[in-house]
C-alpha cells in the first residue's frame, strides 16, 4: 500500500512540475522503530517506498530535515536509499509519559523540488525499572483499625509507558495485612494495604513490610519500598481532597515561584490525627524538575523553566496524608499555553553559488527553509527580502521558499550581492529574524575589449632605429581573469606593396608598436595600420582601431643647386652692362631641398667676392643684384661664391660659383681668352667660343620666336635671364619634390629698364620643358631636366627702352616675357 501511494506521488510531482512548474508535497511515510537502537540501524527504504531510484538521490539533493529544525534522529543512505538511526533516540527523553512518540522528518528532494512527509514511531523498550519517591512508607495505624480497612500505598513510577510501565505490586508476607492492587497499566496501577487481621499494639508495636512494584516487560524489572507501621490507638478518618482533579492553564515561561494552583483536604479527626500533609504520588521525572508543592500548605509552585514547545501537559498526582499516615490521592492537570517567544529560524537547505552572470530570469538559486517552534498564529511565517536586488521569494511548499532571479545579472555592474532575508512571525508582538546570504557573479565572456581612443595618431622621424617604439594602444576588457586579458595584433594588409609586420610589429602584451625598419620621408610619409585587440575568453571578443603613422622629417639632405650647375659638370659665365644701375637683376641662384618644412626652407649668401659692395643676393630668392651703379673703375671680371643653406637643425648647405662680365658686348673683351678661373680655364674657353657660335647661328631664330609670340598673343611664360653666355645642362637630385612652396622657384614679377647700349646686349630664354607645374611631392626627372637646358637660348638686340617683364616660375611652368 505505502508503495503504490508513493509510486502516485512520483507521477503526480512530475506532472506537477512539468505543466504548472510547481513543486510537490506528497503523502506521509511512517515507520516504527525501537528507543535505544544503535547508528546506522536500518529503519526502512525510503527510495524504494517512493518508487525511486536510489542512484538519483545524491544529484537530487535529497536530504531528512526535521519540522520543529530540533535535533535530527535519522539520515538517508544515499547508496542505497535505506533510512538509518544517525543517534541514538531515548523514549523517555524526548517524550516522558505520553503514549505516542512521534518523530516528525521531511524528505526533501529538488530538480523538482520535493517534499514527503516522514513519521517514526519510536516504540518503548523496558529501559526503566519502577521506583517509588519515597523508600520508606510511614502509617500509624491504631489497634482499634477494624478488619478489612484500607490504607492507600505510594504509587510506584515507571519511565516506561504500556506494558513496560507498572505491571502490578507484592507486599512481603506478614500476619496481618494483605495486598490489593488496582488500575489499569494505561492510567497506572497502586495498592492498598488491607487489614486482614486486627492489630494489637501491646504484642507490636511497629511492622515493617517490603512492597515490590513490577513492571510488564521482558526481562521483567522492580523496585522496593519499606512500609513502616506504628500501631496506635484509633484514627478512622481519611483525608478528603476538596475535588478529586484540578485542571489548570499555565502559560510557557511563567518566571520559577508562579503559583500553578493549591491543593486542599480535610481531615475529620482531630488532634494530631487531622494534621494534613501534601506530597506527589505519582510525577513524571521531567515535570519533577519543574513543580514543587508545599507540605503544609497544598501549593505548586513553578520550580523550573516551562516550555509549551517542549510539553504541553502535565498530569500530576497529590497525596494528602494524615498524621497517622491516612492518605487520600487527587490529580493535577496542567495544559501548557503558548506564548510567542520564538522567533522564526531561517536555513538555507541549497545554495547555488556562484552565479553565472547570463542565467536566465526566474532560475532557482536558493531553496530556504523557515521554522518556529511556536503554534497557531505564532507560527504563521511571512519571509521577504530587502533591498532593490534583481531576486525575490516565493513560497514553495509549506515553510519552504524558493529564491529567483528577477532580471538578468551583470557581473560587471554588480559582482557581488548581500540578499537580507527576513522572516517574520504572526505572533502579537510579531517576532523576525533576518539572515543575509552572499552571492558571488562569476565571469562570462560578453564584453569586447574595447580601445581607449576611437583611433591613434603617431609621429615618428625618418631615419630612426629599427625597433623603435612610435605609439602604444590600450584596450580594456572589463570581463575577468581570461575573458578580461587583452592580446594585441596587426591585421594582415600591405603599405607600398610590402607586409604590414615587416613595417612595424605590435607587442601582444602590452599594445606598444615599433618601428621594424628605419623610415624615410622622402620615399613614404604616412601610412595606417589596423591592430586588433582580442580577449582570451571562449568564444574569443574583439574590436580594431586604426592607428595613422605620421613620418615627420629630419634636415637629411642638403640644399642642391640647380642653377647655376655645380662646379666639375660646366662653367657658367655671365654678362653684366657696364650701365646696370644699383637693384639691377644680374642673375639668380636655383636651389632646391628634397626636405620638407623648415628643413626645406632655403636662404642665399655671398660668402666670396671679388668686390664685396658691388652684388648683393636676395636672403630667400637667390636674386642677384647690383648692389650700387656700375662703374668704369670696377673690375671686369667678378667671381662670386654662393652659399646655399637650410632652416633644419643643424643646418645643411651648398656653394656654387658665379662668373660674371661686366661688358656691353663680347668683342670689346679682347681679353676674354685670358681669363682664368681656378678650376676651369680650359672648359671657359671651349664655352666661349661656343657661346660665339650659339649667337650668330640662333640670332634669327630667336626674332622669329618673339615675333610669333606677340602676333599669337600666347600666354605661355617665359624665363629672361640676363646674360650673354648659354647656359649648360643643369643638375637636378633625384627624387626631387618641392613641397609646399618650401623651396625658391616661387613667382615674382620684375621690370627691367635696359641702358642705351642694350641693343647689342644678350639674353637668355628657358622655354617651358612641360605643360604641367611640379605639384607638391612631384619628382623632376632626369628627362625633364635634359629639355630645361637644351631649350636655354640667347636672345639680342632688344631695343632700348624696351621694357622687359620678367616672371620667375614654379620649376616646370611656362615662362612669360
Known amino acids: 500500500m505505502m508503495k503504490s501511494r508513493a509510486l502516485s506521488c512520483v507521477i503526480l510531482g512530475f506532472i506537477s512540475a512539468l505543466f504548472f512548474n510547481q513543486s510537490t508535497v506528497c503523502g506521509d511515510l511512517s515507520y516504527t522503530v525501537q528507543e535505544e537502537m544503535n547508528n546506522r540501524y536500518v529503519i526502512g527504504n525510503v527510495a524504494k517506498d517512493l518508487g525511486l531510484d536510489a542512484l538519483k538521490l545524491s544529484t537530487r539533493k535529497a536530504r531528512v530535515e526535521t519540522e520543529d529544525s530540533s535535533k535530527r534522529y535519522v539520515d538517508i543512505n ?30 526533501v528532494l529538488e530538480n523538482p523540488l520535493e517534499l514527503h512527509r516522514i513519521s517514526v514511531n519510536i516504540q518503548d523498550i523496558n529501559d526503566n525499572a519502577p521506583k517509588f519517591l519515597n523508600e520508606r512508607i510511614s502509617f500509624e495505624i491504631g489497634e482499634s483499625a477494624i478488619k478489612g480497612q484500607r490504607f492507600r500505598l505510594d504509587e510506584a513510577h ?57 513492571d510488564g516487560g521482558i526481562p521483567q524489572r522492580s523496585g522496593t519500598a519499606v512500609i513502616h507501621i506504628t500501631v496506635l490507638d484509633a484514627n478512622d478518618n481519611v483525608p478528603v481532597f476538596s475535588q478529586p482533579v484540578y485542571k489548570v492553564v499555565l502559560a510557557e515561561n511563567a518566571p520559577i515561584g508562579t503559583e500553578v494552583v493549591t491543593v486542599s483536604a480535610e481531615d475529620a479527626d482531630e488532634g494530631a490525627n487531622s494534621a494534613v500533609t501534601y506530597e506527589f504520588s505519582r510525577i513524571a521525572d521531567n515535570a519533577a524538575q ?32 494524615d498524621g497517622s499516615g491516612l492518605a487520600s490521592i487527587a490529580s493535577v492537570i496542567i495544559d501548557i499555553t503558548d506564548v510567542n517567544d520564538n522567533s522564526p529560524k531561517i536555513s538555507i537547505k541549497s545554495l547555488n553559488n556562484p552565479l553565472p552572470e547570463n542565467v536566465i530570469v526566474g532560475t532557482e ?32 511548499i509549506k515553510n519552504y521558499f524558493t ?32 539572515m543575509t546570504i552572499h552571492f558571488t557573479v562569476s565571469d562570462v565572456n560578453d564584453n569586447p575589449p574595447v580601445f581607449d581612443q576611437q583611433s591613434y595618431t603617431a609621429y615618428v622621424m625618418e631615419n630612426n632605429k629599427p625597433g623603435t617604439p612610435i605609439s602604444s594602444v590600450t584596450a580594456r576588457d572589463p570581463d575577468w581573469r581570461q575573458n578580461g586579458t587583452v592580446l594585441y595584433s596587426l591585421v594582415p594588409s600591405e603599405i607600398n606593396g610590402l607586409p604590414t609586420s615587416s613595417i612595424v610589429s605590435v607587442n601582444s602584451d602590452t599594445g606598444v608598436i615599433q618601428a621594424m625598419r628605419s623610415f624615410d620621408y622622402e620615399k613614404l610619409r604616412n601610412f595606417k595600420v589596423q591592430v586588433v585587440a582580442r580577449d582570451n575568453g571562449s568564444p574569443p571578443l574583439s574590436s580594431n582601431v586604426t592607428v595613422s603613422v605620421f613620418i615627420s622629417d629630419e634636415n637629411d639632405n642638403s640644399p642642391q643647386i640647380l642653377y647655376p650647375a655645380p662646379e666639375g659638370k660646366s662653367l657658367m659665365t655671365e654678362m653684366v652692362p657696364k650701365s646696370a644701375l644699383s637693384g639691377s637683376l644680374v642673375s639668380k641662384v636655383i636651389a632646391v631641398d628634397a626636405d620638407s618644412g623648415q628643413n626645406a626652407w632655403l636662404s642665399y649668401q655671398i660668402v666670396k667676392s671679388n668686390d664685396p659692395g658691388l652684388f648683393t643676393i636676395g636672403l630667400h630668392s637667390g636674386e642677384i643684384r647690383a648692389q650700387r651703379d656700375i662703374t668704369e673703375s670696377d673690375s ?30 663680347l668683342a670689346e673683351v679682347p681679353e676674354l681668352k685670358d681669363m682664368t678661373y681656378e678650376e676651369s680655364n680650359s672648359k671657359l674657353t671651349f664655352y666661349l667660343i661656343i657661346a660665339l657660335v650659339s649667337v650668330s647661328t640662333f640670332f634669327l631664330t630667336f626674332i622669329i620666336l618673339i615675333l610669333a609670340v606677340r602676333f599669337c598673343h600666347r600666354r605661355k611664360p617665359r624665363l629672361l635671364f640676363d646674360g650673354a653666355v648659354a647656359i649648360p645642362s643643369t643638375y637636378l637630385p633625384p627624387n626631387y619634390a618641392e613641397v609646399e612652396g618650401a623651396g625658391t622657384l616661387s613667382s615674382y614679377n620684375y621690370d627691367t629698364y635696359l641702358t642705351t647700349g642694350s641693343r647689342t646686349s644678350d639674353f637668355k630664354f628657358i622655354t617651358s620643358y612641360d605643360d604641367s607645374t611640379l605639384t607638391a611631392g612631384g619628382t623632376l626627372k632626369k628627362g625633364q631636366n635634359e629639355t630645361l637646358a637644351a631649350n636655354l637660348i640667347t636672345l639680342n638686340n632688344i631695343g632700348e627702352a624696351d621694357e622687359v617683364r620678367i616672371y620667375d616660375f614654379p620649376l616646370g611652368g611656362d615662362f612669360v616675357i
Do not use: W
Open 290 to 321: 519543574l513543580f514543587t508543592v508545599d507540605k503544609i500548605t497544598g501549593q505548586i509552585t513553578v520550580a523550573g523553566d516551562i516550555d509549551y514547545e517542549e510539553e504541553k501537559y502535565y498530569e500530576i498526582r497529590v497525596q494528602a496524608k
Open 158 to 214: 515507571d519511565s516506561d509507558i504500556g506494558q513496560n510501565g507498572v505491571n502490578g505490586y507484592s507486599l512481603q508476607k506478614n500476619d496481618h495485612f494483605v495486598l490489593s492492587v488496582k488500575g489499569n497499566t494505561e492510567r497506572g496501577k497502586y495498592a492498598e494495604l488491607v487489614l486482614e487481621k486486627e492489630l494489637d499494639r501491646e504484642q507490636q508495636k511497629n511492622i515493617d513490610l517490603i512492597l515490590t512494584a513490577v
Open 636 to 665: 671686369m671680371k667678378q667671381n662670386l661664391v654662393i652659399s646655399v643653406k637650410d632652416n633644419g637643425q643643424p643646418p645643411l648647405s651648398a656653394t656654387c660659383s658665379i662668373y660674371l662680365l661686366i661688358s656691353d658686348n
Open 78 to 107: 544515499f547508496n542505497t536509499g535505506d533510512l538509518i538511526v544517525s543517534e541514538k533516540i531515548d523514549r523517555e527523553k524526548l517524550c516522558g509519559s505520553r503514549l505516542n512518540c512521534i518523530l516528525n522528518h521531511e524528505l
Open 365 to 396: 538559486v536558493a531553496i530556504i527553509n523557515v521554522q518556529d517552534k511556536d503554534s497557531g498564529d505564532n507560527r504563521q511565517i511571512s519571509c521577504s527580502v530587502q533591498g532593490n536586488i534583481p531576486f525575490k521569494l516565493n513560497k514553495s
Open 403 to 434: 529564491l529567483l532571479t528577477t532580471s538578468t545579472l551583470d557581473r560587471e555592474k554588480e559582482s557581488d550581492y548581500n540578499i537580507t532575508i527576513t522572516a517574520t512571525d504572526g505572533g502579537s508582538p510579531p517576532l523576525s529574524s533576518s
